[in-house]
C-alpha cells in the first residue's frame, strides 16, 4: 500500500485540509466494489458529465442525491421472477451506492437515463463574490472583475 506524508503540505498550506483529507480518504478506500463502470467527462471549461453503465435499472430503481460536495447514485435491486428456470444469470441486477467528491459550487444540473446509461450532467458556478478581482493600489477604490486570464477585465 503506497502512503503519502502531506504534513509537509499542511504545514504551508491554509484552507486546503479538504482537500488532503480526500486524497488520504482515497487512498484507503481504492479497490472497492467497481461495480456499476463509470466515465467522468469535461464538456466545457465549468461543464461535466457522468456517465454510468445501469444496464436493467429503470429511472424509479436509481436515486441521486446530491448534497454539498458529495454526489451519491443509489441503484436498487428488483426482485424479478422469471418465468422459467434461469440456466445462467450473466446481467448484473444487484444494488449498488457511487458516491463522487464535488468540488466547491458545482451542482447537479440535469440526470437523464437512456439506452442502458444514467448520465449526470453537472455545472460549476462560482458566485459572482467569489471570482477574483482586481485591487487598484491608490487613488481609486474601483474593483475589476478578472476575465478567464486573458487581462481583459469588467468594471465591477
Known amino acids: 500500500m503506497n502512503r503519502f506524508d502531506f504534513t509537509p503540505y499542511r504545514r504551508s498550506t491554509v484552507g486546503f485540509d479538504r482537500l488532503f483529507d480526500l486524497l488520504e480518504n482515497q487512498g484507503r478506500t481504492q479497490g472497492g466494489d467497481n461495480f456499476p463502470p463509470f466515465n467522468i467527462e469535461r464538456r466545457s471549461e465549468d461543464a461535466y458529465r457522468i456517465t454510468l453503465a445501469v444496464a436493467g435499472f429503470r429511472s424509479e430503481d436509481i436515486d441521486i442525491t446530491a448534497q454539498q460536495n458529495l454526489l451519491v447514485v ?9 418465468d422459467g428456470q434461469m440456466l445462467h444469470v450473466g446481467i448484473a441486477n444487484r444494488g449498488f451506492e457511487r458516491r463522487f467528491e464535488l468540488a466547491d459550487f458545482v451542482r447537479v444540473e440535469h440526470a437523464e437515463l437512456a439506452d442502458g446509461l444514467l448520465m449526470i450532467d453537472l455545472l460549476r458556478e462560482v458566485p459572482e463574490a467569489m471570482r477574483p478581482k482586481k485591487i487598484r493600489i491608490g487613488g481609486e477604490r474601483k474593483l475589476e472583475v478578472v476575465q478567464d486570464g486573458t487581462g ?3 468594471a465591477a
Open 152 to 154: 481583459q477585465a469588467d
Open 74 to 82: 443509489h441503484g436498487r435491486k428488483r426482485d424479478e421472477h422469471a
